[in-house]
């Protein structure tokens, strides 16, 4: 696993306050190719993903506020410009994957597209009562100029088309990514995996709530979308989620199929779903049910 020195990492804000993970998360990570046009960008505990053509690129996710610059680091490293993004998308709207997003769009240019219920949450900088964390997420930068995108819509850039895949729970809003990267005549299906976890604040019953009562039925209708969506490659918010260090460490050592796994989204929704299953019964447990 390559480890990127400092000066590439610089920083265009000051650190997360009160975020015991956050150094952590934010260290750094040297860019390289996922497969075809799809490269990493992120750090190394927060993946951002690069899709290229020659008509302009997208990004996915901002990582941290005080990632952006690191990322856009990333982006130049590979030899391509900032400039040349032209939409930047999002899974959800928590601080470690949408903190970094308005800085991102000033430094590119870029117009940021997200779902229905994301979009308010960009354009005020905090999140809503809907959200199961609402109370401990921090606030991240207002993001000037959001568009909505429906499910099932796809951004076009150029040659490049993206899928949106609703894919809530973890938050309203939450989308996975779809798109195709080929080299040559081989071409993979990516899709980049919102996070699936049933993590809330203290006081919030996914089996009660009243402010966001839809929320187990977006984690059954997301899992069931992971599930039969064609995959190819699985990278998701958190890269250690899907073991995309070991899968990357294995081909570097010479394995150049180790990221490539058709049975990878499937494990992810089933391995969500028996999370939410237990996290179900606590919840039950706990209220008497």
Not at 95 to 101: L, M, R, V
Request: net charge neutral.
């Amino acid at each position: 696993m390559a480890v990127m020195g400092a000066s590439l990492g610089a920083q265009s804000t000051t650190p997360t306050p009160n975020c015991a993970d956050c150094a952590a998360w934010n260290a750094p990570h040297a860019p390289f190719k996922l497969f075809g046009n799809t490269f990493y960008v992120g750090t190394n505990g927060l993946s951002a993903l690069l899709v290229t053509s020659p008509q302009g690129h997208v990004l996915i996710d901002g990582a941290l506020p005080e990632s952006a610059g690191q990322i856009a680091a990333s982006i130049r490293a590979l030899g391509f410009r900032v400039e040349d993004i032209k939409v930047i998308v999002n899974s959800h709207v928590h601080f470690d994957h949408a903190g970094g997003i308005a800085e991102l769009q000033r430094l590119s240019g870029a117009e940021v597209i997200a779902s229905e219920a994301s979009v308010p949450v960009l354009q005020t900088g905090e999140v809503g009562r809907n959200d199961p964390q609402y109370g401990t997420i921090p606030p991240i930068a207002k993001v000037a100029r959001v568009r909505t995108i429906p499910a099932g819509d796809t951004v076009r850039v150029g040659p490049l088309v993206l899928s949106a895949m609703r894919t809530g729970g973890h938050t309203p809003g939450g989308t996975s990514w779809t798109w195709t990267s080929c080299e040559g005549a081989e071409c993979w299906a990516i899709v980049y995996g919102d996070s699936q976890s049933a993590i809330s604040a203290d006081d919030f019953f996914f089996t009660r709530t009243t402010t966001y009562p839809r929320g187990l039925d977006d984690f059954a209708a997301g899992f069931a979308a992971l599930e039969a969506v064609r995959c190819d490659l699985l990278v998701t918010p958190h890269p250690g989620a899907t073991a995309l260090w070991e899968r990357l460490a294995r081909r570097e050592a010479g394995d150049r199929a180790a990221l490539r796994d058709g049975g990878a989204c499937k494990r992810y929704a089933a391995n969500a779903r028996a999370g939410l299953a237990k996290r179900v019964a606590a919840e039950r447990a706990r209220l008497g049910q």
